[in-house]
């Protein structure tokens, strides 16, 4: 089982103000705008210090890890809907 990931205290602090569940708390345009660049911003931290264990990376970007049809990866499916 992979475990969480641990977060240092700034990003634990970005965490904390990400609406993670957009459909259970609805944002305005404004506040979903802010939400997106928390997301990205603790992102690219995840991403510089190498936070993210290779197993969760590839259950994002390898197709083999993705049981739906298509064998397209959850990457290339966010990023092509259709």
Do not use: C, W
Request: hydrophobic residues 35%; positive net charge.
């Amino acid at each position: 089982m992979i475990g969480q990931i641990e977060l240092i205290p700034t990003e634990q602090k970005l965490a904390e103000q990400i609406v993670f569940d957009v459909l259970q708390k609805p944002l305005e345009y404004e506040e979903t705008l802010k939400n997106g660049e928390r997301a990205a911003t603790l992102m690219n931290s995840l991403t510089k210090r190498k936070a993210i264990p290779q197993e969760r990376l590839l259950y994002f970007t390898d197709p083999d890890y993705n049981p739906s049809p298509g064998k397209a990866s959850r990457f290339e499916r966010f990023r092509n809907p259709r």
